[in-house]
């Protein structure tokens, strides 16, 4: 058998001398001496049969048919171990019948290994796939999980096709893969440094032609600057020549693309003779690729560009196999993995069934809160992307067709698409109901795109504004004002905004596990729109509505939050920046600004810069949290969320005649965070806990108040207390710790449960409890017993809560414990200081110019900032703690008139407010000239109209937002000052009357 399967795979001569070539005469490039030099080292080594040894060097020499740049690029001693290395291949597959495969990795020389395989171009079955992955896995930083950073094993790759076959007896083609270090003239360049021989591989600087030296310069110089790949394509009048494909792009920017691109131009029916994969050690990448027809033909070099691009955005999933055996181009591919990431967060989102149960337990919200996790849990186990997946497999033909309605609505407004006539096709072809429903959600993700950048020859993501009309009114009642939906090789991502002027943060999500990812995955949206709904409660003293972004990372790329926020960013530009390229169903400017939030704090620099990089005219505006020298307006610095907080705790203890100074006080949240440490130092009551990431503090007769303040003005942990300050009953336990006896005699098995469960412990007891930190739902009504006395499970061991972080507590929680006589505040209500602080951020970005920004509000020295800075600060502050005081009395003495829990009140006023707003926004009570100037003199900053005046100032922001100034101005005064009053036409008329003669 082996016999015989040798003879299939005949690759040598049958006679040694019959072959012999003369090698000068088929590589004339090649100097005699390296051909004869390698000869010399093989007969010392006598690897090689003496007899067959001459024939195998001409044969590699001459009728292989290699390039000439391998023979360039590597020594005498190199290719003598590669001729070797494919003599003993050629044994083994000669004496065993095997196929031709060879895969060596140098262990004494990290980042080099020599691979030769068999060439089947664009086969699904050619070994060249396996090979190709498993060189980006190990040896580039392009792989699946490498980190953005390029940290990875990164390495040179240079592949060769050989024109001629391995032996005349045989018409096997070779593709040799050589990887190699680079090696540069210093070990690491600046990422802005441009000088091609500064940052090239010194051996490829030195042997590539002057033409190409100026076309490697001139992509290094423009991808320095670019967050998309940079594409060349040098064309040939010839068309039976080979073209020339460059690409330059950021290490680690993207994944698996080294397997893709050959993915890729095998789909356009080509092929590489050779290319190579080139590091420059100022973070670039490049790619040269040598390109031939399979076919007749020439090649269409605009529809290779833009796979090019579609491939560089995409992940490799499944669904590739696809693409690799033709089934799809890659725009369809492209197309298809949307279409099913959509179809995944929308499909079946509740059925009659679940709406009818959700209906009855609308006012139960425990109740509900399960049926949520039920149905999520249905939707994990059930509805599956593995499923899903499996019907773009079993229907092409549908996807294609949904493709086609896709492009005809988004390259053109005039075109029509009888979109009936595929519901039609999946109805008769689809016999599964389940299929049918995935494919009529695909459709359903056609006829709700508004925009999208998926036909911009350029992008590193791909972007989708959806109109938000499909969401189901049962399971989204209040219908947002925008979503985009974004797609990136290494997450996903949502943003929604409530109203067209809207702010919110962007937030991270990342995934430690499969289970944790899984149920990530599940509630994302979910997560999005409830967060952004809560943040337009929350912005209802302000212009701009709620919004918020997410951004999940995908599991296998936990390491790049920053190269995903940056895609989600740009992408985000593309569809909201003039295009004339792009088709708008929208036909309206969006204005967005973004804010940070989990893992997205250091981010905002960057994304205001390149927004002005990217051409957008509200650039400055464009992110709040930024650095001082930005023109930020920090928090913590600040105080300013505290300064709201604050404003509840001592309203409620005037109104309780209690003295702040008297008061005992149990807070989440330490002296290292923005909260914590600002509420240390703003206080003055007997604090007898302080809980933070390092572990608990606790002194019942008060912790050293001095010692305290001074660890929150260091932003350090109760770690780093003086546990000499304490008294004879204080202790730290450190979530390190294990088995620690406590004064009363108590032991602490774990610290870290310690912590986490501490203010359910009995000790956190005291008149107030101030939550500056901690996790969601940290108070539930599972445990919610535990925030009573042991004794008799009816007294409170709080008498005043004031939630500073968001969601602390469960809303039934709230109002279990305001049943039970307990003062609540909720979030929404009390930590809104930051909310009004970054929406003035704002207005100051929009109404100055880039001058007077720059010298007004860009901070070089926070001990001497700019007198218009420190003057805009201070009434920043005043502002938060005048609407926090307004609120707090608004919401008191709603409760005193009607009994309605305060927490029920504090998103009924801001509903009534935000309702309201918006009515006023859209009236012709905006062309009232003196209503308007008195409105609008009264909400913005006296330090910014006095350096601008209020005609020039009104001239420079979009008129939208000056419209929503005036319209939540209006609106919150009025409800603030007339409550929930049953005749709100006659009562505004009244307060308008007054208003405008204060």
Request: charged letters at 25%.
């Amino acid at each position: 058998m082996a016999t015989e399967m040798a003879a299939k795979w005949n690759y040598f001569q049958e006679d040694p001398k019959s072959g012999s070539t003369v090698v000068q005469a088929d590589h004339p490039e090649i100097p005699q001496e390296q051909h004869q030099k390698v000869l010399e080292i093989l007969r010392k080594e006598q690897i090689i049969n003496s007899e067959r040894l001459e024939e195998e060097v001409n044969w590699y020499f001459g009728k292989l048919g290699l390039h000439k740049h391998y023979f360039i690029f590597h020594s005498a001693e190199e290719i003598a171990q590669h001729i070797s290395s494919l003599y003993a291949a050629k044994t083994v597959a000669h004496a065993t019948g095997n196929e031709l495969e060879l895969k060596l990795s140098n262990t004494s020389q990290p980042g080099k290994a020599l691979y030769m395989v068999r060439s089947v171009p664009g086969s699904a079955e050619s070994p060249c796939i396996a090979v190709e992955h498993q060189i980006e896995a190990q040896y580039l930083a392009e792989s699946f999980t490498a980190d953005a950073s390029g940290s990875g094993p990164v390495s040179n790759v240079q592949v060769f096709r050989t024109e001629g076959a391995v032996s005349a007896n045989s018409s096997t083609h070779l593709r040799i893969y050589l990887v190699s270090p680079p090696k540069f003239k210093t070990e690491k360049a600046d990422p802005t440094e441009t000088n091609l021989e500064m940052v090239a591989d010194v051996d490829f600087y030195a042997a590539i032609s002057q033409p190409l030296r100026e076309l490697y310069q001139e992509m290094i110089s423009e991808a320095v600057g670019k967050m998309n790949p940079v594409i060349r394509f040098v064309n040939s009048d010839d068309p039976q020549q080979e073209k020339h494909l460059l690409i330059c792009h950021h290490t680690g920017s993207t994944h698996s693309y080294f397997s893709g691109i050959t993915d890729m131009y095998h789909s356009l029916g080509l092929y590489a003779t050779r290319k190579t994969v080139r590091q420059f050690n100022n973070g670039l990448t490049t790619f040269s690729i040598y390109l031939r027809q399979r076919g007749t033909g020439a090649i269409d070099t605009k529809e290779l560009i833009e796979a090019v691009n579609l491939v560089y955005i995409l992940p490799r999933t499944s669904i590739q196999s696809l693409f690799r055996e033709g089934v799809f181009n890659v725009k369809e591919y492209s197309y298809a993995y949307a279409g099913w990431k959509f179809a995944y967060h929308f499909l079946a989102r509740q059925s009659a069934q679940f709406a009818e149960l959700a209906s009855t337990l609308k006012n139960d919200e425990a109740g509900a809160r399960l049926l949520n996790e039920i149905k999520k849990s249905v939707r994990r186990e059930a509805y599956t992307e593995a499923r899903l997946m499996d019907v773009i497999v079993q229907y092409p033909q549908i996807i294609k067709e949904l493709y086609k309605e896709f492009y005809t609505r988004m390259t053109s407004l005039t075109a029509t698409f009888d979109s009936a006539s595929i519901i039609t096709m999946i109805q008769k072809q689809v016999p599964s109901e389940f299929d049918r429903e995935v494919l009529k959600t695909i459709s359903l993700f056609n006829s709700n795109i508004l925009k999208t950048n998926f036909f911009k020859p350029t992008k590193i993501a791909l972007s989708f504004r959806l109109n938000p009309a499909f969401l189901p009114k049962a399971e989204f009642p209040t219908v947002p004002h925008g979503i985009f939906f974004l797609v990136g090789p290494e997450f996903r991502g949502f943003h929604i905004r409530f109203r067209d002027i809207a702010r919110g943060g962007i937030r991270i999500i990342r995934s430690t596990n499969w289970q944790a990812y899984s149920q990530n995955i599940v509630g994302v949206f979910d997560e999005n729109y409830n967060l952004a709904h809560t943040q337009e409660r929350k912005n209802k003293d302000i212009a701009e509505g709620g919004s918020k972004g997410t951004i999940l990372l995908a599991l296998d790329h936990p390491n790049k939050p920053f190269t995903a926020f940056q895609k989600y960013v740009d992408c985000l530009l593309d569809v909201i920046l003039p295009d004339s390229t792009q088709i708008d169903r929208l036909g309206a400017e969006e204005i967005l600004f973004l804010g940070p939030d989990e893992g997205t704090a250091n981010y905002m620099d960057w994304a205001s810069q390149h927004a002005r990089k990217r051409g957008y005219k509200y650039w400055k505006s464009f992110t709040t949290g930024k650095s001082v020298d930005k023109g930020g307006i920090p928090h913590d610095l600040y105080g300013m969320t505290t300064r709201s907080v604050h404003q509840y705790v001592v309203g409620s203890l005037a109104r309780m005649g209690m003295k702040e100074e008297e008061i005992t006080k149990v807070q989440t949240g330490g002296p290292d965070g923005d909260l914590g440490s600002n509420e240390i130092k703003i206080s003055k009551d007997k604090t007898t806990a302080v809980v933070d990431g390092s572990g608990v503090l606790y002194d019942p007769m008060g912790i050293d108040r001095t010692e305290l303040t001074r660890l929150a003005e260091n932003r350090i942990m109760v770690r780093d207390f003086n546990l000499k300050k304490l008294s004879r009953d204080g202790f730290y336990v450190d979530v390190e710790a294990v088995d620690v006896k406590l004064p009363n005699g108590t032991v602490v098995g774990n610290g870290l449960d310690f912590r986490n469960l501490f203010h359910l412990n009995p000790l956190a007891t005291a008149d107030i409890f101030v939550p500056c930190g901690g996790r969601p739902e940290a108070v539930n009504m599972s445990n919610i017993d535990h925030l009573f006395h042991a004794e008799d499970h009816k007294t409170p061991k709080f008498k005043l809560i004031v939630e500073g972080a968001n969601l602390f507590f469960t809303n039934d929680a709230r109002l279990y414990l305001e049943k039970k006589g307990v003062v609540v505040y909720k979030d929404a209500s009390a930590n809104k200081g930051g909310v009004t602080s970054s929406s003035l951020e704002v207005l100051a970005a929009l109404a100055l110019s880039d001058s007077e920004f720059e010298q007004h509000m860009a901070v070089k020295d926070i001990k001497s900032p700019p007198a218009f800075y420190a003057k805009y600060v201070e009434e920043v502050q005043s502002k938060i703690e005048e609407n926090a005081r307004l609120e707090f009395d608004c919401i008191w003495q709603e409760h005193e008139r009607t009994k309605t829990p305060r927490t029920l009140l504090s998103d009924i006023i801001s509903n009534k407010i935000n309702s309201l707003s918006t009515s006023i926004s859209n009236s012709d009570l905006w062309d009232n000239v003196e209503l308007r100037k008195t409105v609008l003199t009264k909400s913005i900053p006296k330090t910014l109209t006095e350096l601008l005046g209020m005609e020039i100032l009104v001239s420079r922001i979009p008129e939208i937002y000056a419209r929503a100034m005036f319209g939540c101005y209006l609106a919150s005064r009025y409800v603030y000052t007339c409550g929930l009053t049953e005749t709100p036409e006659f009562s505004f008329f009244n307060f308008l009357q007054v208003f405008m003669k204060q």
